[in-house]
């Protein structure tokens, strides 16, 4: 869309398209014999062990304010056990051949009840860790289907008495904080089979979307579009206001190629899409009216309800996280305008994230949905050990039931764990929601017509019916709004962003640019183990390990053979405005500080705003198009993303497919490679420590693979990279090859 410069209870049954499970031949399931026993001593409380690697960072003596009231509630903590070796390798087995397709067991889902008989915890181990529970005064709510989570409640003081973990009030820059401050602990009996509390805070994760509106995005913005311009020397009526350009649902079929799969009747039509909340939307009307002035009304069988899975608490509206819960909805609806959105939300507890209570409970419904989209994240070392196991078993139990799981890589680089703030301090990290080999990770990309001084040729000047004016398929660089981003370091002048001559450190950058918004990329490193501690010095190395590299993933062409699991998979357009490009969407949320706006007018002065959260419900609704076209759900795509990126690239490449022809890429791509830019941010020493710091003089460098020499933490290139994965995506030529995949 072309504009000026920018100066929400169903029923309680609802339905969702799912293969029912398919019996497998009886060579390939799994013995009938019960699992091995993992509590084979009695449970002694004084025999206890520490599960290491679930306190926070912020749990330190500077941040107390002292221990809670031992009878405060603490609702719906989940417990993630874990089940035996021998079963581990087989599920492990059993996935992989889920997505073969010449293997016997393809797309033989499971249920959940299958999956926890067949690959789940010997049911007295179970029950030996309820028993505990209750001796302790916990009440146990829920096993899950699964057999690999508990749902239990309590009071701090039972907390306490049971995992020895004293729970405290935190004041963390201003805002209190609940956690525990001490490592919990559990009867060495139980050790072979709990792994721990998936969390004892309150740490919310963060939304994964960036507004436009504040002064530092919109100054570099103008900045940055009016320098290129100049430099470019781009036609007169091209000014630096009249080069922005909002992204619409009409401009996002035109980039992508979607209409072609449209004209062939693959709207989403009989799929189901479901958004992870923690939040109801403000209004369900919002939904309705982007799709009315978008021109999505004529696709009638889309729809738009909002559900509490199990029986949950409804969250009602968390004012903030409600425009992540609106723009999750409507984006996913622009990509699939005929498929059934469902939002599904549940509170959040004192401890637990709202959205993994409703995920767990979703996938242990008879039928599961086929689709759903994850737009939160956290760091691996954030969520803790317990943390990331429980999103790693919730989406290896989802693979395993045919469902897809798609999550936002994340907003702020290859620094996860600095989310929010103004630059990289602890190190290169990615997040525990994107890392687990079970998902899709989906980055985040910006055009690269305005750096090319290309605006023209892509943009018409004047909007059509529905507000679009893409012309076609557009150049693409990863999303990076850093002092750190070589393309903005260099139209500002500069020709590195380190040093005291460097972009990072001048005004113009301490202005604007001083930012780790970028669309997030990286390898898995702290999955496993704990962290370096900084509370708030240094106090050990840590022994973090990241998740094993995937099969989907080893050899694939530009893939570091890192020996872990690296994101993100695929990328989609998802700027928030620092070369003019953007998401507009309907947040008519009226509180200050928000980014709400009434949805009326022209969409120019509607919210605004960029982040992998826009992206991830996008290739979900891609998928419902993926779906109806192939008649079944397809489990984890990343098999399939993988094995064409394999045909397109081969071994060395290829060129035809590079994202900087733009009109000129072959129209035979799957994938357009991104080759240009990257996703580097500015980085400070912590504490005197270089924690992948490049920083040789001054006070901000760029976060780098070495701290010693400046190797960019991530630069893209040819092939799948750090910094956009494989690539984006043609939608017309996904849906046509899909099963041409293993061919």
């Given at each position: 869309?072309?504009?000026?410069?920018?100066?929400?209870?169903?029923?309680?049954?609802?339905?969702?398209?799912?293969?029912?499970?398919?019996?497998?031949?009886?060579?390939?399931?799994?013995?009938?014999?019960?699992?091995?026993?993992?509590?084979?001593?009695?449970?002694?409380?004084?025999?206890?062990?520490?599960?290491?690697?679930?306190?926070?960072?912020?749990?330190?003596?500077?941040?107390?304010?002292?221990?809670?009231?031992?009878?405060?509630?603490?609702?719906?903590?989940?417990?993630?056990?874990?089940?035996?070796?021998?079963?581990?390798?087989?599920?492990?087995?059993?996935?992989?051949?889920?997505?073969?397709?010449?293997?016997?067991?393809?797309?033989?889902?499971?249920?959940?009840?299958?999956?926890?008989?067949?690959?789940?915890?010997?049911?007295?181990?179970?029950?030996?860790?309820?028993?505990?529970?209750?001796?302790?005064?916990?009440?146990?709510?829920?096993?899950?289907?699964?057999?690999?989570?508990?749902?239990?409640?309590?009071?701090?003081?039972?907390?306490?008495?049971?995992?020895?973990?004293?729970?405290?009030?935190?004041?963390?820059?201003?805002?209190?904080?609940?956690?525990?401050?001490?490592?919990?602990?559990?009867?060495?009996?139980?050790?072979?089979?709990?792994?721990?509390?998936?969390?004892?805070?309150?740490?919310?994760?963060?939304?994964?979307?960036?507004?436009?509106?504040?002064?530092?995005?919109?100054?570099?913005?103008?900045?940055?579009?009016?320098?290129?311009?100049?430099?470019?020397?781009?036609?007169?009526?091209?000014?630096?206001?009249?080069?922005?350009?909002?992204?619409?649902?009409?401009?996002?079929?035109?980039?992508?190629?979607?209409?072609?799969?449209?004209?062939?009747?693959?709207?989403?039509?009989?799929?189901?899409?479901?958004?992870?909340?923690?939040?109801?939307?403000?209004?369900?009307?919002?939904?309705?009216?982007?799709?009315?002035?978008?021109?999505?009304?004529?696709?009638?069988?889309?729809?738009?309800?909002?559900?509490?899975?199990?029986?949950?608490?409804?969250p009602g509206d968390v004012i903030g996280n409600d425009g992540?819960a609106i723009l999750d909805a409507e984006y996913a609806s622009?990509?699939?305008?005929?498929?059934?959105?469902?939002?599904?939300?549940?509170?959040?507890?004192?401890?637990?994230?709202?959205?993994?209570?409703?995920?767990?409970?979703?996938?242990?419904?008879?039928?599961?949905?086929?689709?759903?989209?994850?737009?939160?994240?956290?760091?691996?070392?954030?969520?803790?050990?317990?943390?990331?196991?429980?999103?790693?078993?919730?989406?290896?139990?989802?693979?395993?039931?045919?469902?897809?799981?798609?999550?936002?890589?994340?907003?702020?680089?290859?620094?996860?764990?600095?989310?929010?703030?103004?630059?990289?301090?602890?190190?290169?990290?990615?997040?525990?929601?994107?890392?687990?080999?079970?998902?899709?990770?989906?980055?985040?990309?910006?055009?690269?017509?305005?750096?090319?001084?290309?605006?023209?040729?892509?943009?018409?000047?004047?909007?059509?019916?529905?507000?679009?004016?893409?012309?076609?398929?557009?150049?693409?660089?990863?999303?990076?709004?850093?002092?750190?981003?070589?393309?903005?370091?260099?139209?500002?002048?500069?020709?590195?962003?380190?040093?005291?001559?460097?972009?990072?450190?001048?005004?113009?950058?301490?202005?604007?640019?001083?930012?780790?918004?970028?669309?997030?990329?990286?390898?898995?490193?702290?999955?496993?183990?704990h962290p370096v501690i900084f509370r708030p010095h240094p106090?050990?190395?840590?022994?973090?390990?990241?998740?094993?590299?995937?099969?989907?993933?080893?050899?694939?062409?530009?893939?570091?053979?890192?020996?872990?699991?690296?994101?993100?998979?695929?990328?989609?357009?998802?700027?928030?405005?620092?070369?003019?490009?953007?998401?507009?969407?309907?947040?008519?949320?009226?509180?200050?500080?928000?980014?709400?706006?009434?949805?009326?007018?022209?969409?120019?002065?509607?919210?605004?705003?960029?982040?992998?959260?826009?992206?991830?419900?996008?290739?979900?609704?891609?998928?419902?198009?993926?779906?109806?076209?192939?008649?079944?759900?397809?489990?984890?795509?990343?098999?399939?993303?993988?094995?064409?990126?394999?045909?397109?690239?081969?071994?060395?490449?290829?060129?035809?497919?590079?994202?900087?022809?733009?009109?000129?890429?072959?129209?035979?791509?799957?994938?357009?490679?991104?080759?240009?830019?990257?996703?580097?941010?500015?980085?400070?020493?912590?504490?005197?420590?270089?924690?992948?710091?490049?920083?040789?003089?001054?006070?901000?460098?760029?976060?780098?693979?070495?701290?010693?020499?400046?190797?960019?933490?991530?630069?893209?290139?040819?092939?799948?990279?750090?910094?956009?994965?494989?690539?984006?995506?043609?939608?017309?030529?996904?849906?046509?090859?899909?099963?041409?995949?293993?061919?």
């Amino acid at each position: 869309m072309k504009c000026c410069f920018l100066k929400g209870k169903l029923a309680r049954t609802f339905y969702f398209l799912a293969v029912a499970a398919l019996p497998i031949p009886s060579a390939l399931a799994q013995s009938a014999t019960a699992a091995k026993l993992l509590v084979t001593s009695p449970v002694v409380a004084t025999q206890t062990v520490t599960l290491a690697g679930n306190l926070r960072a912020e749990a330190n003596a500077q941040n107390d304010r002292g221990a809670v009231a031992d009878g405060l509630k603490l609702n719906h903590m989940l417990l993630q056990l874990k089940r035996p070796e021998d079963r581990q390798t087989a599920l492990n087995e059993r996935i992989q051949a889920m997505h073969e397709p010449n293997n016997p067991a393809f797309h033989h889902w499971l249920t959940a009840k299958e999956y926890g008989e067949e690959y789940g915890p010997n049911p007295a181990d179970i029950a030996a860790v309820t028993k505990w529970l209750k001796e302790n005064g916990l009440q146990v709510n829920r096993v899950s289907d699964s057999g690999m989570v508990i749902d239990f409640s309590g009071t701090a003081a039972q907390v306490n008495s049971a995992f020895k973990a004293q729970m405290h009030t935190l004041d963390v820059a201003g805002v209190k904080h609940l956690s525990n401050m001490q490592d919990p602990q559990i009867p060495a009996a139980l050790a072979n089979v709990v792994i721990g509390v998936s969390s004892l805070n309150d740490f919310r994760p963060k939304p994964a979307n960036k507004g436009i509106s504040s002064a530092r995005i919109d100054g570099a913005s103008k900045a940055v579009v009016a320098r290129t311009v100049a430099a470019n020397g781009v036609k007169s009526d091209y000014t630096a206001d009249s080069a922005t350009q909002l992204v619409v649902p009409d401009d996002l079929h035109t980039i992508y190629n979607f209409e072609p799969v449209y004209k062939n009747g693959i709207t989403g039509k009989g799929q189901t899409v479901v958004v992870i909340e923690d939040t109801d939307v403000y209004s369900t009307g919002d939904w309705y009216t982007f799709r009315g002035v978008f021109g999505l009304t004529k696709y009638t069988k889309g729809t738009f309800t909002q559900v509490h899975p199990g029986g949950c608490t409804d969250p009602g509206d968390v004012i903030g996280n409600d425009g992540e819960a609106i723009l999750d909805a409507e984006y996913a609806s622009a990509a699939a305008p005929n498929a059934a959105i469902v939002l599904a939300s549940c509170a959040d507890s004192e401890t637990t994230f709202g959205g993994l209570i409703a995920l767990q409970t979703l996938i242990d419904q008879d039928l599961p949905p086929s689709i759903v989209s994850i737009s939160y994240g956290e760091c691996e070392a954030g969520l803790g050990q317990a943390g990331n196991a429980s999103f790693n078993e919730a989406y290896e139990q989802a693979a395993a039931e045919g469902v897809s799981v798609f999550v936002s890589s994340g907003d702020e680089g290859a620094a996860s764990c600095d989310a929010g703030g103004d630059f990289a301090m602890t190190g290169i990290t990615t997040s525990g929601f994107a890392t687990t080999p079970y998902n899709v990770a989906v980055g985040g990309t910006d055009f690269s017509d305005t750096y090319s001084g290309t605006v023209s040729q892509y943009w018409k000047k004047n909007n059509n019916a529905t507000f679009g004016s893409a012309k076609s398929y557009i150049p693409e660089i990863p999303w990076n709004d850093s002092c750190a981003s070589t393309l903005i370091t260099n139209v500002e002048g500069y020709n590195v962003p380190y040093g005291a001559n460097g972009f990072c450190n001048s005004p113009l950058a301490e202005e604007y640019f001083e930012t780790v918004v970028s669309g997030s990329g990286g390898p898995s490193n702290c999955a496993y183990g704990h962290p370096v501690i900084f509370r708030p010095h240094p106090e050990n190395g840590g022994t973090c390990e990241g998740y094993a590299k995937p099969n989907y993933q080893a050899g694939a062409f530009g893939n570091p053979k890192d020996g872990v699991r690296d994101i993100p998979d695929v990328s989609l357009f998802a700027a928030n405005g620092v070369w003019g490009h953007y998401y507009a969407f309907c947040y008519s949320q009226p509180a200050t500080g928000t980014g709400g706006t009434p949805c009326t007018g022209d969409p120019v002065n509607w919210s605004g705003a960029g982040g992998t959260s826009f992206a991830a419900p996008i290739v979900a609704g891609i998928q419902a198009l993926v779906n109806q076209s192939t008649g079944t759900s397809q489990g984890n795509p990343n098999y399939v993303y993988y094995a064409l990126a394999k045909q397109e690239y081969g071994g060395t490449g290829n060129n035809s497919c590079n994202s900087s022809l733009g009109t000129g890429a072959d129209s035979s791509c799957t994938f357009y490679d991104v080759t240009q830019g990257d996703n580097d941010v500015n980085c400070i020493w912590y504490n005197y420590e270089s924690y992948n710091c490049y920083r040789p003089s001054s006070n901000f460098g760029a976060l780098s693979v070495s701290g010693t020499e400046y190797e960019k933490a991530y630069n893209s290139k040819q092939g799948w990279d750090f910094a956009t994965g494989i690539g984006t995506l043609n939608v017309n030529n996904l849906v046509t090859n899909w099963n041409k995949a293993f061919q």
